[in-house]
């Protein structure tokens, strides 16, 4: 049998590797054990009401209780299949407008409305129409003209 001859330059790296970078090592695997542990907390939904905007209602509970000092609109066009019009509720997109179909938007009194026109090809009416609540105005219908731009509604109160 040939006795093995060891490349000193190899030896010299992994000396390098095992030795010096220990630190290295730790912060990987302690990287790694904070991964597992993030990904098991979002799997049992740990962060779902953290991560909840404030604008967001859950489904399941019930409108007659509310706490929260909350208005519905809803807005609707009789747009075409292929253009896209989106409801922002401060700079956030919530809801997309499909034709003939309300887009209901929660708000409260402090939020901005903006309705993005900027994917939309042609020109589209849209109806505001609110639901009476504290802040916001009965029989509250306005129709706005939309086309190419980012329009920011005025305060419905």
Same mark, same amino acid.
């Given at each position: 049998?040939?006795?093995?001859?060891?490349?000193?330059?190899?030896?010299?790296?992994?000396?390098?590797? $095992?030795?010096? *970078?220990?630190?290295?090592?730790?912060?990987?695997? $302690?990287?790694?054990?904070?991964?597992?542990?993030? *990904?098991?907390?979002?799997?049992?939904? /740990? /962060? *779902?009401?953290?991560?909840?905007?404030?604008?967001?209602?859950?489904?399941?509970?019930?409108?007659?209780?509310?706490? /929260?000092? &909350?208005?519905?609109?809803?807005?609707?066009?009789?747009?075409?299949?292929?253009?896209?019009?989106?409801?922002?509720?401060?700079?956030?997109?919530?809801?997309?407008?499909?034709?003939?179909?309300?887009?209901?938007?929660?708000?409260?009194?402090?939020?901005?409305?903006?309705?993005?026109?900027?994917?939309?090809?042609?020109? &589209?009416?849209?109806?505001?129409?609110?639901?009476?609540?504290? /802040?916001?105005?009965?029989? &509250?219908?306005?129709?706005?003209?939309?086309?190419?731009?980012?329009?920011?509604?005025?305060?419905? &109160?």
């Amino acid at each position: 049998m040939k006795k093995r001859i060891k490349n000193p330059e190899k030896d010299i790296c992994i000396d390098f590797v $095992f030795n010096v *970078q220990p630190i290295l090592l730790k912060i990987g695997l $302690f990287l790694m054990v904070l991964l597992v542990v993030i *990904q098991a907390m979002h799997c049992f939904h /740990f /962060f *779902q009401d953290i991560l909840r905007p404030s604008y967001h209602i859950k489904e399941n509970s019930s409108t007659s209780n509310i706490a /929260f000092n &909350y208005g519905i609109v809803s807005f609707t066009a009789n747009i075409e299949n292929d253009d896209i019009l989106i409801v922002k509720v401060n700079g956030i997109p919530v809801e997309r407008i499909e034709k003939n179909k309300p887009a209901i938007v929660y708000v409260s009194p402090i939020d901005i409305l903006e309705i993005d026109a900027t994917k939309a090809k042609g020109t &589209y009416e849209v109806t505001i129409d609110t639901e009476p609540v504290s /802040f916001l105005p009965e029989n &509250y219908i306005k129709s706005i003209i939309v086309h190419g731009k980012l329009y920011r509604l005025p305060p419905l &109160y």
